[in-house]
């Protein structure tokens, strides 16, 4: 079935520095794909997303690529901020019911 | 911005209880979802409704847990009885037409402490 793999966290980094989260999928065809954040005691936000393969999704100065020959859909943001500390989540949909498949979420700390 | 409103927002009872969750999704939103994210992990679908009708149940424990969508509107997540295991987030997220790459809007969820 499919499946969403990201990086294993927490991630502790400080202001300013580059960040990414590496996030893979298993599944067959073309899926959309997807990244959440969940801020500390909120629902989940959709950031960002691209439906297909090579189209790039931004928002709030983070980006992700959608790389179907690495099946892979890594977020990068060039400077982090204290108020990006949030867990991520990296999801995929696909299917007749296109309900989302997530993977088990990167916890971002940034430090002043 | 309209939002996906759930409640309650924290939901305390003993085992062997029965609780009930609201979700009232984004006016116009065909497609309603229920979640679940156990503390760590990611969320994982209880039951999808396409306007009243379900689409996908399949990991539902219907043994336990009822779900509804009776004028396709708003919804209702029933579980009876509770169980320990079931202490973890409910998610409920809408729609538009639950199309491919469709965004999902989430509410803040009802967090359950089964004890």
């Known amino acids: 079935g499919n499946s969403v793999t990201q990086m294993e966290g927490p991630v502790t980094l400080s202001e300013e520095a580059f960040l990414t989260i590496n996030c893979t999928y298993t599944?067959?065809?073309?899926?959309?794909l997807f990244w959440y954040v969940q801020y500390p005691g909120e629902g989940l936000q959709l950031l960002l997303k691209?439906?297909?393969?090579?189209d790039k999704g931004s928002n709030k100065g983070f980006e992700a690529t959608y790389r179907k020959e690495t099946t892979s859909f890594h977020l990068e943001k060039g400077s982090v901020q204290v108020s990006d500390s949030a867990v991520y989540f990296c999801?995929?949909?696909?299917?007749?019911?296109?309900?989302?498949?997530f993977g088990k979420g990167t916890k971002l700390t940034v430090n002043p | 911005e309209a939002e996906v409103a759930q409640s309650p927002r924290y939901k305390i009872t003993e085992k062997s209880q029965a609780v009930a969750f609201w979700c009232d999704p984004i006016?116009?939103?065909?497609?309603l979802y229920w979640y679940r994210q156990i503390l760590g992990q990611g969320p994982e679908l209880l039951v999808q409704?396409?306007?009243?009708?379900?689409?996908?149940d399949s990991q539902l424990p219907k043994d336990r847990f009822s779900a509804e969508r009776l004028k396709g509107v708003d919804s209702t997540l029933k579980i009876q009885p509770a169980e320990l295991g079931d202490s973890a987030m409910y998610l409920c997220?809408?729609?538009?037409?639950?199309?491919?790459?469709?965004?999902?809007?989430f509410g803040p969820g009802t967090r359950l402490t089964v004890l």
């Open positions: 997220a809408s729609s538009l037409a639950g199309g491919a790459g469709d965004t999902q809007y």
């Open positions: 599944a067959t065809g073309y899926p959309s």
């Open positions: 691209a439906t297909k393969a090579d």
């Open positions: 999801a995929l949909s696909q299917g007749g019911s296109e309900k989302l498949v």
């Open positions: 409704f396409q306007d009243e009708s379900v689409v996908d």
């Open positions: 006016s116009g939103h065909a497609t």
